[in-house]
């Protein structure tokens, strides 16, 4: 089947033509000729699946008659985040190139102004995040009462974050009868009953099994000490053939310390997380789609959705705690029918997060071994204490923790026989003297490999990240 079969206009078929696609995805096949005919949609389909075409061509056709009035938007896009949102925008110049559709991007990290003129002029299609969408509308910006068309995309990602209360109260704005159209690469209860709540008699396309990975990426687990972690990445990315590649960590503090350790290496690297603004987040994206950047060390906020073509590889740095963000992570690689590579990184207390994954996915991942790095072992029943202290101390040999009492005890003995001298035989800079040597002695002053870990963005509250002389109390 062609896009030609699917009932799109000659200005929608031109478009994408001319944007060297010739065949419809699965998803597409089914959803575009359900939305033309009018119905709620239901799409269900695992990611890099092309769900984003399976709504912006026929809207596109729908809304190819008309005009948008003054802050009174024609249909409404809500994404998670700012670059989807961003890349949804791009689909509609795209593809719709050759019609007079406007549209107005509401996000975060940009100007209010700007962003008010574009709802003055009209807006055909407003594309926005729950957050700065709302802001607008308390502040009298924007009107719901004209949106005939409405999409809620990456639902389950919105779960995910928290933005299903503000995606409720979006929608009780809406008063004029609408075509609803949901989208999800997974689809858990709170999805379903939020779809039973405000689709009618929708019609439900799922595109094969939800939550699971294409078959064009290939997968590997590699389990190492945490301490090795670091060299190990290094390590794969020189021994494979990498154009490019996401690295993926579960905190933004991380992403930070990571990206700094690899450009001390010598390594490409740039960084992407929420913390950032967006003109720096932009930058950072055109940066690596141009090839600027070789690597791209970043949080989840790029797992979702992001069509960045010809990603060889993604490495998770860091094991995701939910099953189905390993599937949105590898996701970004083996997209539109390329091939791709997956590595994830894990150390033996991550057991537990590998085996939801494995459960997830149906099937053992497959394991793989550095050169130079002894292999680990799985602690499936270690879910706790994912910090690098904990993993650090469950390393030791057994020998070296029985010293530690023996320790405590002789210098227990020492303080005693200390106490039966007469007070003038004391020596008087004895304590300060204990102070410094355990600040020579501390385990954090630099890590096994070769990294001196940055400590300036850390609150002291963190305490497996401070070193020990910061952590004593300051009275004696």
């Known amino acids: 089947m062609s896009f030609t079969e699917l009932g799109l206009s000659d200005s929608v078929l031109r478009a994408v033509s001319e944007a060297g696609y010739e065949q419809p995805t699965p998803i597409q096949k089914q959803a575009i000729p359900q939305v033309l005919m009018g119905r709620d949609l239901l799409g269900c389909a695992q990611t890099g699946t092309g769900k984003t075409a399976s709504f912006t061509l026929p809207m596109i056709d729908i809304l190819g008659q008309g ?97 299903i209360p503000d995606v409720e109260k979006i929608l009780s704005f809406i008063t004029k009868k609408h075509q609803t159209l949901l989208f999800s690469a997974t689809m858990p209860r709170e999805i379903r009953r939020l779809a039973d709540r405000f689709l009618t008699e929708p019609k439900e396309i799922t595109v094969g099994a939800p939550s699971s990975v294409v078959d064009t ?68 994206l055109d940066k690596f789609k141009a090839d600027k950047i070789r690597l791209l060390v970043c949080s989840d906020v790029a797992a979702r959705g992001l069509d960045i073509a010809g990603v060889s590889h993604v490495f998770n740095f860091d094991v995701p705690t939910h099953a189905e963000d390993y599937v949105h992570r590898i996701g970004r690689t083996g997209r539109a029918g390329r091939s791709g590579h997956a590595f994830t990184l894990a150390a033996p207390e991550d057991g537990k997060y590998i085996a939801a994954i494995e459960r997830l996915a149906g099937k053992e991942l497959p394991r793989a071994d550095i050169e130079a790095f002894a292999g680990a072992e799985l602690k499936e029943e270690s879910g706790k204490g994912r910090g690098r202290g904990r993993g650090k101390a469950a390393e030791k040999p057994a020998g070296e923790k029985a010293e530690k009492p023996a320790e405590k005890q002789q210098g227990q003995k020492r303080s005693d026989k200390a106490e039966k001298q007469p007070k003038r035989e004391q020596p008087k800079k004895e304590q300060p003297k ?26 002291f509250g963190e305490t497996d990240l401070v070193p020990a002389f910061l952590k004593r109390s300051g009275t004696r």
């Open 67 to 163: 005009r948008a009035k003054a802050r009174m938007p024609r249909s409404l896009i809500l994404e998670p985040t700012r670059e989807l949102a961003a890349q949804v925008e791009q689909n509609f110049e795209t593809y719709g190139k050759y019609t007079k559709l406007t549209t107005a991007l509401l996000i975060g990290g940009v100007s209010f102004t700007d962003q008010f003129k574009k709802l003055d002029r009209g807006a055909d299609v407003l594309i926005a995040t729950p957050g700065r969408l709302l802001d607008h509308v308390e502040r009298g910006k924007v009107l719901m009462n004209d949106v005939s068309f409405l999409v809620i995309d990456e639902a389950d990602r919105m779960l995910d974050m928290g933005f």
């Open 217 to 284: 990426v290939e997968q590997a687990l590699v389990v190492v000490p945490h301490r090795d972690k670091r060299a190990a990445l290094r390590a794969l990315i020189r021994s494979q053939e990498v154009k490019n590649a996401l690295i993926f960590c579960n905190r933004k503090r991380d992403v930070g310390v990571l990206h700094r350790s690899l450009v001390r290496h010598g390594f490409d690297a740039g960084a992407l997380h929420g913390d950032m603004d967006q003109f720096q987040r932009m930058d950072t």
């Open 434 to 459: 204990k102070e410094k040597d355990g600040r020579r002695g501390s385990r954090r002053g630099r890590d096994s490999i070769g990294d001196v870990p940055d400590y300036g963005d850390v609150p």
